[in-house]
């Protein structure tokens, strides 16, 4: 019972002391000492702390990212737990955006995750988008936007549309992970996506679109080609399309 109020201490001089290398010492441990029954309550402090001061973590990234991804992921667990897990990471990258923006050990692992959860959106889901929607997909979905908007690194950018391609290059590809991988795509900012385009080669347009355009097939589900008629519309209002149809 007592865990929580030291953890909530331990941020509240930290918050003052981002530097300080005996707190720095302090927290694996403590960290690693969450009670099982109280792993919400850590997440939920865990995330207004991060939400200012999220620097003081750099020297934990890999295993605090790693944590957070294997709760989000863990479909044993209660949805409201994931979510928590996935406001973390993005309260992670709210608090140290540039920080965050440019190492491979957060937005790697961060975007794979989302994605996978993501693709756990299924034929009874609504259609229609709905704020009060906590299922973990949606939840998923809102992360990547609030990333994607936060993030201004173009590199970043073209490892996660790589991705995307590979995903949507493979055999038998489940619609829901298809929908997850270009729903993705069409939350990156567009004017970073045109830039990305431009200085791209010409090939990894011509796969990207070739690919997207199997999707459009009437065989297809009608959730996928809706997320391809988005992303489309999305590129083309901001001029992206046209000199790629030229």
């Known amino acids: 019972a007592t865990y929580i109020p030291k953890l909530n201490l331990f941020f509240s001089i930290a918050m003052r002391n981002i530097d300080n290398e005996d707190l720095h010492k302090i ?17 939920k ?12 973590f750099q020297p934990f990234l890999e295993p605090l990212v790693q944590r957070f991804c294997e709760i989000a992921q863990d479909t044993d667990n209660d949805i409201k737990l994931r979510n928590s897990a996935m406001n973390c990471l993005t309260s992670m990258a709210e608090g140290a955006t540039e920080l965050y923006q440019s190492s491979e050990e957060y937005y790697a692992p961060v975007f794979k995750t989302l994605i996978q959860v993501a693709a756990e959106i299924n034929d009874d889901s609504p259609w229609e ?17 609030i990333l994607f908007e936060k993030f201004q690194n173009v590199d970043i950018f073209i490892p996660i549309i790589e ?5 949507l290059q493979q055999d038998d590809v489940p619609w ?21 385009f431009e ?18 097939d009437i ?3 009608p959730r996928t080609r809706i997320a391809v008629y988005n992303f489309i519309w999305k590129l083309s209002q901001h001029g992206v399309i046209f000199p790629l149809v030229n």
Not at 163 to 167: D, E, G, P, Y
Not at 202 to 209: G, N
């Open 27 to 43: 927290f694996p441990d403590l960290f690693s000492a969450c009670p099982q029954s109280q792993i919400m309550d850590m997440l």
């Open 45 to 56: 402090a865990f995330s207004n702390f991060a939400e200012h001061s999220s620097i003081f």
């Open 129 to 145: 988008y709905d704020a009060n929607n906590d299922e973990p997909y949606q939840i998923a979905l809102d992360s990547i936007a």
């Open 163 to 167: 991705m995307a391609i590979n995903v």
């Open 176 to 196: 829901q992970t298809a929908y997850a991988s270009i729903s993705a795509l069409a939350e990156i900012n567009m004017i970073t996506m045109n830039t990305i």
């Open 199 to 216: 200085s791209s080669k010409e090939e990894v347009q011509k796969m990207l679109f070739e690919k997207l355009a199997t999707f459009l």
């Open 219 to 221: 065989e297809c589900n």
